[in-house]
């Protein structure tokens, strides 16, 4: 089953706000990550949160975790309109199989 | 340095159809994966392989089969295609250090 779970499922927003996406997760992980995804494309890292972390930035992302609710935010700040993609979290359990397992993911639309 | 290719981007099959699906990687990564997208279902996990001769089922393995005799190509093999098969498939590569996971553009496949 799928590990990860986003929140909300579709946002929409104006351009220059910010945007918060959260995701849950059900068991331990070594790192989480999250990634973009533009129309019928592939997906595209952004940005990697390892378990013993809290907090990450990455020019206008930043994302948090706490592990002992099992979650994690990203915030895009100052969104732009070439924002609008979906975006999801991955979480790594860490081991030698190096899977990854991914939410359903937040359709953002940022609206100029 | 091309990352994860994909072939075809487009295919339409008939119901009892098999094909194969071509993903190959340059970047010597041990760890490939595919995955299956659906509307409202985020990345399902279909098969995965750690290195060379090595492959595993994922969360949705039945009716594909995998096989990796080389570290750059990670064929996925649909048997007898079902309507069900319907979807975008997306292959993805990790490797050592890099945790971080690369995805090909996607293969957008119909089955009728």
């Known amino acids: 089953s799928q590990q990860g779970e986003e929140d909300p499922q579709a946002l929409s927003i104006q351009e220059g706000e910010n945007a918060t996406m959260n995701c849950s997760y059900k068991?331990?992980?070594?790192?989480l990550q999250w990634y973009r995804q533009n129309s019928g494309r592939g997906l595209v890292h952004l940005i990697l949160i390892r378990s013993n972390e809290r907090e990450k930035h990455s020019g206008r992302l930043r994302v948090t975790l706490d592990t002992s609710k099992k979650s994690s935010s990203l915030l895009i700040t100052a969104s732009r309109a070439a924002d609008t993609a979906s975006y999801f979290c991955?979480?790594?359990?860490?081991?030698?199989?190096?899977?990854?397992?991914f939410g359903k993911g937040t359709l953002l639309t940022v609206n100029p | 340095n091309a990352g994860v290719t994909q072939t075809p981007k487009f295919q339409v099959l008939k119901t009892g159809q098999s094909m194969t699906l071509q993903c190959a990687q340059d970047m010597n990564h041990e760890y490939m994966s595919w995955y299956r997208q659906d509307p409202g279902m985020g990345l399902r996990l279909i098969h995965y392989s750690v290195g060379a001769g090595i492959t595993d089922q994922g969360e949705v393995p039945n009716g594909y089969n995998v096989s990796r005799s080389t570290t750059e190509d990670f064929p996925l093999r649909l048997l007898s295609a079902a309507p069900s098969q319907t979807s975008v498939y997306f292959c993805a590569s990790r490797g050592g250090n890099i945790l971080e996971a690369f995805f090909g553009q996607g293969t957008r496949l119909t089955v009728v």
């Open positions: 068991t331990s992980i070594n790192n």
């Open positions: 991955a979480t790594d359990s860490g081991g030698s199989n190096y899977k990854l397992t």
